[in-house]
């Protein structure tokens, strides 16, 4: 004959096993989820204790505070109905003194003298919920199961996070993070890089993450104990580029009031990072091109050049081997920095790390903004995967970070994102597409868009591309070599 848990007339707790949802009796050496109840009316404890017997839990109860504690530091409990105003220890009380013992737990207060006040300080000490008495018993049970709910998906959302991270300490370098195999390979590449002083140049569309492979490179490297200067190339004028460069003696032109070290000096022993170098002056990188064939820098107004110890790491969003051909770059510089070239592929050529990149960015994004956003709707996902990313991975980073300001719950939903971003529309602008004014560029540049597009389209098909793009194999064969697709 099947048993049911009984509370004694004391009011203390049950003499007999839990009962489980199919009503069965919970056997020995199963984990059972106890649930406990705390009020000093009898009448409700045992009103409380029938309404909630069929379900998953073993329940305990306990007539106040005093005893309500005597029994959670012996048992966990994954649910406890506690009530407000009690003798000995009142419901508020025992938040503060069983804190230590129920971080794990559920607390969900009752009372019939409920008001704003009292809610808020109970959820202060730790409760879930706050419940107002007369209840019905739908009402109560609707509270658990919330509660349960919550619970379920904060266990799930752990586990997640945990195998995030465990993903993350596989597909990382340094502070980058993918796992698609154009980045896997970018990273093997460039942690063997990191242990030799090589040049390196890292070319690739604006946003793609070129600073954070330069810096990982110096951060993994034989000179990670030296000093990380970087300069952007474009954002200071021609006029004190030179100065900022390779430093100045005192009166070496109007102003220099005092000897200044140059970012080279700076960097001695370390690694000097040039972003942004094709906005470099061309009567600037004759100068460069010396310092890295002879490592010695002359500063403004010097006589004698003074020795250096630097690694360079250059990048660019620009192309280069175009650039020497309208002379807007020396092609000895060129050749000179692409001792070791690195491209770094747009978002749209690597959408797989897309999901991973927006977990590690919520991560991050929590803490800074103070917001908990657990994940993103499949609908939205979607949206984010079907997007082209004009700007990679800082735009994704950006629309993130919006998207959890404007959400009002913990899951992020496509309505939260910019209209664009639904839509799939992202108007295409020339300037976007190539700098200056070579047709010959932007020619070469809308046929790599289109091949890498006809590519992934046939999954890496070179004969069935060839076809939608019209020209022939071996014709298409040429143009990948020479645009160094690599699908």
């Avoid at 954002?235 to 580029?241: G, H, K, M, W």
């Avoid at 994004?365 to 103070?370: F, M, Y």
């Avoid at 917001?371 to 980073?397: C, H």
């Avoid at 046929?447 to 890498?452: A, P, W």
Wanted: proline letters at 3%; aromatic letters at 6%; glycine letters at 8%.
């Amino acid at each position: 004959m099947q048993r049911k848990s009984e509370i004694t007339q004391s009011g203390g707790i049950t003499q007999s096993g839990g009962i489980t949802q199919s009503g069965g009796i919970a056997q020995s050496g199963e984990t059972v989820r106890r649930l406990l109840i705390i009020d000093d009316e009898e009448n409700m404890r045992h009103m409380l204790f029938e309404m909630l017997k069929d379900i998953d839990f073993h329940i305990d109860v306990a007539k106040d505070g005093k005893e309500a504690l005597m029994l959670v530091k012996k048992e966990h409990y994954a649910f406890i109905l506690c009530d407000v105003k009690m003798p000995v220890i009142n419901g508020l009380d025992f938040l503060k003194k069983s804190a230590s013992h129920t971080l794990n737990s559920t607390i969900i207060m009752m009372s019939a003298y409920g008001n704003i006040d009292t809610a808020v300080e109970a959820m202060k000490l730790g409760a879930y919920d706050f419940i107002s008495k007369p209840f019905k018993g739908d009402e109560i049970r609707l509270v658990i199961e919330k509660a349960e709910e919550r619970d379920r998906l904060k266990t799930e959302n752990r586990l997640l996070r945990d195998k995030i991270r465990e993903i993350e300490g596989t597909y990382t370098f340094d502070c980058m993070i993918g796992k698609s195999r154009k980045m896997q390979s970018i990273f093997k590449l460039a942690t063997k890089l990191s242990q030799f002083n090589t040049t390196v140049l890292i070319t690739g569309e604006s946003g793609t993450g070129k600073d954070l492979v330069a810096k990982g490179i110096h951060a993994m490297g034989n000179r990670r104990k030296g000093p990380w200067v970087p300069i952007n190339c474009g954002s200071i004028p021609e006029s004190l580029l030179e100065s900022e460069l390779f430093g100045h003696l005192k009166g070496a032109y109007t102003g220099a009031v005092q000897n200044k070290r140059g970012l080279f000096e700076e960097a001695d022993g370390g690694t000097l990072f040039l972003d942004e170098i094709g906005e470099m002056p061309v009567s600037l990188q004759v100068k460069l091109l010396r310092v890295l064939q002879d490592s010695q820098v002359r500063p403004l107004g010097g006589s004698q050049p003074r020795k250096v110890d630097v690694r360079v790491i250059a990048a660019t969003s620009k192309n280069l081997a175009s650039e020497t051909t309208t002379g807007n770059f020396r092609q000895d510089l060129y050749y000179r920095l692409k001792v070791m070239p690195i491209h770094l592929p747009p978002l749209r050529e690597r959408t797989e790390d897309i999901p991973l990149l927006c977990s590690h960015f919520i991560d991050q994004l929590n803490h800074s903004l103070g917001v908990e956003i657990d994940t993103i709707a499949p609908s939205a996902m979607k949206f984010l995967l079907e997007f082209s990313w004009p700007g990679n991975v800082r735009e994704l980073e950006n629309v993130l970070e919006r998207a959890m300001i404007l959400s009002e719950g913990s899951i992020l939903e496509a309505e939260s994102f910019p209209g664009e971003i639904r839509t799939g529309s992202c108007p295409m602008q020339m300037d976007s597409l190539f700098d200056g004014y070579s047709l010959k560029t932007a020619q070469k540049t809308l046929e790599k868009q289109l091949i890498t597009k006809a590519l992934k389209k046939t999954s890496g098909n070179r004969t069935k591309a060839a076809r939608l793009l019209e020209i022939s194999h071996p014709s298409l064969l040429t143009k990948i070599k020479a645009y160094e697709i690599d699908m």
